[in-house]
Structure formats: C-alpha cells, structure tokens
Nanobody, 128 residues
Framework: QVQLVESGGGLVQAGGSLRLSCAALGRTFGSFSMGWFRQAPGKEREFLAAIRGSGGSTYYADSVKGRFAISRDNNAKNTVYLQMNSLKPEDTAVYHC????????????????????WGQGTQVTVSS
C-alpha cells in the first residue's frame, strides 16, 4: 500500500515556475514507476510525465516537453518532483501524482488505469 500526498501548488504569473512534490508514505517506493497527471475543469485527466523506479528513464507528453522536468528521491525523502517552468494560463489545473508498476512500458506510462495509487491533487493556477 502506498499513500501519495502532493504539495507545492499555488498561484503564479505566466512565465513563472513552480515545483510540485509528491511524498510517498509506505514501503518499497523505489519499486514503483511514478507519474504526474493534471485535470483542468471540464477536461479529461491528461498525462504529463513519468519516471522509472530507479530514476534512470523519464517520459514526457509533447505539451510539456522542454518546460517540465520530473525527478525523484528514493532515499530518505521518498518523493517525486515536477519542476514546471515557463508556465502558461493553459497549465491551470489540479495536478496529481500516481504510482504504478515498475514493469510499465514507455507507452503504458501514459495510461491512467494502469496506475495503482493516486494522490488527491494540488491546484496550480497560472494568471495571464
């Protein structure tokens, strides 16, 4: 069992940056692939980025490639991060982290039902 708690959201001006954190409570954090997703009002939850358990491989949606960066700390902090730069008003959404199997293929990293655990989300609002 893994409990995920996101933090770091808030209000930022367009062009600004935020770093989201997702703390994992439970054992074997390093065995999970971790993903970040977001959901804007009236829209489907969309994939943003994912990272392997070892942290050696990362994957990004085209919409955030070059602006967002995912990383993780498998040691004392058991945390995955999402660094978001050059934020735009269309990045406004609730951001969720998720934990899934270490055996997910690169294509499967984008598939929401394949993730086993989800956090409650943190709101990010980008003003123009």
């Amino acid at each position: 069992q893994v409990q995920l708690v996101e933090s770091g959201g808030g209000l930022v001006q367009a062009g600004g940056s935020l770093r989201l954190s997702c703390a994992a409570l439970g054992r074997t954090f390093g065995s999970f692939s971790m993903g970040w997703f977001r959901q804007a009002p009236g829209k489907e939850r969309e994939f943003l980025a994912a990272i392997r358990g070892s942290g050696g491989s990362t994957y990004y949606a085209d919409s955030v490639k070059g602006r967002f960066a995912i990383s993780r700390d498998n040691n004392a902090k058991n945390t995955v991060y999402l660094q978001m730069n050059s934020l735009k008003p269309e990045d406004t959404a609730v951001y969720h982290c998720a934990a899934g199997s270490s055996f997910l293929s690169p294509q499967q990293m984008e598939v929401k039902p394949l993730y086993d655990y989800w956090g409650q989300g943190t709101q990010v609002t980008v003003s123009s």
